[in-house]
Nanobody, 126 residues
Framework: QVRLVESGGGLVQAGDSLSLSCAAS?????????MGWFRQAPGKEREFVAA????????YYSESAKGRFTIRKDKDKNMMYLQMNSLLPEDTAVYYC??????????????????WGQGTQVTVSS
């Protein structure tokens, strides 16, 4: 079992930066294959943001995140981070940390992830 806790959300202005953290507890070294970030805006479906392999250095980004967001990991500390730069009002959402011990068919599919955090709110004002 893996428990995930997100932190770092807040209220910022457009163009600002924000860094999110995801702390994982449990047997992450033996169970985790990859971790990712998803977000859900008001009235919208939950969507993929970024993912990173836990056993290699491969990273994956949505088109909206590419070039602005950076995902990274610290396996020794069981931490995952999402550095968000040049934030836009469209980035306003609850951001969720997710984890899976299996090889995902698609890193963008939320159904491929088995463990989720409770989310952290990110609000970007214009």
């Amino acid at each position: 079992q893996v428990r995930l806790v997100e932190s770092g959300g807040g209220l910022v202005q457009a163009g600002d930066s924000l860094s999110l953290s995801c702390a994982a507890s449990g047997n992450t070294r033996s169970m985790t294959f990859c971790m990712g970030w998803f977000r859900q805006a008001p009235g919208k479906e939950r969507e993929f943001v970024a993912a990173i392999s836990w056993i290699e250095d491969s990273t994956y980004y949505s088109e909206s995140a590419k070039g602005r967001f950076t995902i990274r990991k610290d396996k020794d500390k069981n931490m995952m981070y999402l550095q968000m730069n040049s934030l836009l009002p469209e980035d306003t959402a609850v951001y969720y940390c997710a984890e899976t011990p299996y090889v995902p068919r698609r890193y963008t599919d939320e159904e491929e992830y088995y463990n989720w955090g409770q989310g952290t709110q990110v609000t970007v004002s214009s």
